[in-house]
Nanobody, 119 residues
């Protein structure tokens, strides 16, 4: 059973930084891509960053230049480094990955971690 577990959320002041982690566990042959999304209450899930390991990494317009996504493949852990945080970055952050376990790729989601930017 493949699982994604996120950690690293919390409360931070505007201008501060946080690093989120997304750890994949289970029988994993390959991770094709990993994305980070966020959602506020009553809102739609918004793309923050998408790492396609065969191509490139894309970022949402609102986080370009402030957030950086990267992956440590040996440990199957992805990270989202968030700098210069703003109150509007407050949301529940989710990681998502397409993982090969067995014969085919399947899409997995983490449980979400709350990020609150407030003074």
């Amino acid at each position: 059973q493949v699982q994604l577990v996120e950690s690293g959320g919390g409360v931070v002041q505007p201008g501060g930084s946080l690093r989120l982690s997304c750890s994949a566990s289970g029988i994993i042959t390959n991770i094709r891509d990993m994305g980070w999304y966020r959602q506020v209450p009553g809102g739609k899930r918004e793309l923050v960053a998408m790492m396609n390991f065969d191509v490139d990494t894309k970022y949402g317009d609102s986080v370009k230049g402030r957030f950086s996504a990267f992956m440590d493949k040996p440990s199957s852990t992805g990270y989202l480094q968030m700098n210069s945080l703003k109150p509007e970055d407050t949301a529940v952050y989710y990681c998502q990955a397409q993982i090969l376990s067995g014969d085919y790729y399947r899409n997995y989601w983490g449980q979400g971690t709350q990020v609150t930017v407030s003074s």
